[in-house]
């Protein structure tokens, strides 16, 4: 099995930054592309933002491209999103994902996070 915890979450104003941590741990520990998922309530659950197997490869959905920043340390088995310049819209709980396919869609990816809520206020 493969177990993601995230951690990093909670409460900020309007403008501030949060850095998300994702750690990974199981028996078998192939490297896997990585991926940010976000779901408000009401909402739908959207894609945030992805990265590749060596990290080089990043993928940004419009909301927060520019204010937001994945990266990965494969030696320490953990995955990060830097959030800059956040907004009240960006209040969500967000969810780590881990799967063999660099891809936009939940579907795609095999194992999940328990998520981490983040609440920005105004």
């Known amino acids: 099995q493969v177990q993601l915890v995230e951690s990093g979450g909670g409460l900020v104003q309007a403008g501030g930054s949060l850095r998300l941590s994702c750690a990974r741990s199981g028996r078998t520990f192939p490297t896997y592309n990585m991926a940010w998922f976000r779901q408000a309530p009401g909402k739908e659950r959207e894609f945030v933002a992805a990265i590749g197997l060596t990290g080089v490869d990043t993928d940004y959905a419009e909301s927060g491209k520019g204010r937001f920043t994945i990266s990965r340390d494969n030696a320490k088995n953990t995955v990060y999103l830097q959030m800059n310049t956040l907004k009240p819209e960006d209040t969500a709980v967000y969810y780590c994902?881990?799967?063999?396919?660099?891809?936009?869609?939940?579907?795609?990816?095999?194992?999940w996070g328990q998520g981490t809520q983040v609440t920005v206020s105004s």
């Open positions: 994902a881990a799967g063999p396919y660099y891809r936009r869609t939940s579907s795609s990816y095999s194992y």
